[in-house]
Every structure is written in C-alpha cells, then in structure tokens.
T-cell receptor, first 114, second 115 residues
Framework: AQTVTQSQPEMSVQEAETVTLSCTYDTSENNYYLFWYKQPPSRQMILVIRQEAYKQQNATENRFSVNFQKAAKSFSLKISDSQLGDTAMYFCAHSGAGSYQLTFGKGTKLSVIP | DTGVSQDPRHKITKRGQNVTFRCDPISEHNRLYWYRQTLGQGPEFLTYFQNEAQLEKSRLLSDRFSAERPKGSFSTLEIQRTEQGDSAMYLC?????????????FGSGTRLTVV
C-alpha cells in the first residue's frame, strides 16, 4: 500500500517570497506518478503539477517547481514569487501506473501574507 | 462546459436519514470517481466508474453506501441510515484517460453534516 506524508500542517510566507512544501511517500511500485493539488478555501481542488517517476528531470509549471528525490522518496513543491491567490491547502498525492486511485497526504495549509 | 458539478453544495441531515448526492462530470469524460474528505485529512478514494460500470470500490464504501452511474453520464452517491461519522466533504472527479496518472478534474464537493 502507498502512503503519503506531509509533515507541515501549516505554513506561511510573505508575498513575493519563496516557500517549499515537503512531501515524502512510500511505495513498492517502480512506475508511478506524483502530484501536487491545490484546494483554495471553499473552491475545487485543482492540479498544480505532475511528476512521472521514471523522469529524472524535475517538473516545472511557471512559478511552481518540484524537487523529486526518488531514492529518498521525497517530492517537495517550491512556490516562487508567492501571490495572495496561492493561499490554499496543498495536497501531495501518489498514483501507481495504471491505477485509478490517488493516495493523498493530509495536506499543508499555506497562507500568503501581504 | 462548466467543469464538474456537484449538488447540493451543503447538506445537513439527522442521523438515520438517507441522503443522495449528484455529480455531473465534464461531458466528454467517461471516467468518474468519488472521494471522501474528512476534517484535517486528505481525500480518500471511494469508488470509480468507467462509463456506467462501477469497476472499483474501496472497503471504505460500506453496505450503507451505494453509487450509480446509470447512463454513463451523471452519478449519484447515496448514504443510507447516516451516522455522525459520515460527516465529511464528498468529492467527485472525472477524467478522460485511463488511470489517475493524468490527474483528475474535481468538483467543488458536497459537504455533509450529520446531526
């Protein structure tokens, strides 16, 4: 069974600064995918970034990038130039290749302070 | 296309009552998923449909829970004899590709409170 651990229940960052959210996971699969999802208050969850485990290159989407350390089973999210709209719950998630399920961590509540 | 729609947004019910939630996926998505999110936790998988076929069910889906997708379009999730432990956000998601590896499109959820 897969597990996803987010050890930071809450974090805050000043607007325009950079913040890194941590995630570790455990899996017995060789081929899998990792995700960061954002859930703004009272709004739907949206996909921020996706990483394929067999790709060594870290995924990047505009201000969002990941640091994927496969051997350490670590998958952190870096948000650069933080904006007020980045305030949300952030969930790290895992999926095995061909699996229908996502396994989520407990989330990190990020507050961007003006 | 307005994305994945869920109805109602909020539901308060008395313990022991039955409730039904509806999910309308993105029209061209043939795969639909239900998740449950309790306070302070990440979403947990409940069940998965490909078209009208329910292909996977979590053991979290007790016999008081039933989900349907009769024509391969919208889906309903019914909870019978609700218990206080059923209080949670129920999330629906859809996708056009097999597997979760491409990510889902989530709805805004139905928040259930059992009193």
């Amino acid at each position: 069974a897969q597990t996803v651990t987010q050890s930071q229940p809450e974090m805050s960052v000043q607007e325009a600064e950079t913040v890194t959210l941590s995630c570790t996971y455990d899996t017995s699969e060789n081929n899998y995918y990792l995700f960061w999802y954002k859930q703004p208050p009272s709004r739907q969850m949206i996909l921020v970034i996706r990483q394929e485990a067999y790709k060594q290159q870290n995924a990047t989407e505009n201000r969002f990038s990941v640091n994927f350390q496969k051997a350490a089973k670590s998958f952190s999210l870096k948000i650069s130039d933080s904006q007020l709209g980045d305030t949300a719950m952030y969930f790290c998630a895992h999926s095995g290749a061909g699996s229908y399920q996502l396994t989520f961590g407990k989330g990190t509540k990020l507050s961007v302070i003006p | 296309d307005t994305g994945v729609s869920q109805d109602p947004r909020h539901k308060i019910t008395k313990r022991g009552q039955n409730v039904t939630f509806r999910c309308d996926p993105i029209s061209e998505h043939n795969r639909l998923y239900w998740y449950r999110q309790t306070l302070g936790q990440g979403p947990e998988f409940l069940t998965y449909f490909q078209n009208e076929a329910q292909l996977e069910k979590s053991r979290l889906l007790s016999d008081r829970f039933s989900a349907e997708r009769p024509k391969g379009s919208f889906s309903t999730l019914e909870i019978q004899r609700t218990e206080q432990g059923d209080s949670a956000m129920y999330l629906c998601a859809s996708s056009s590709r097999a597997g979760a590896s491409y990510g889902y499109t989530f709805g805004s959820g139905t928040r259930l409170t059992v009193v």
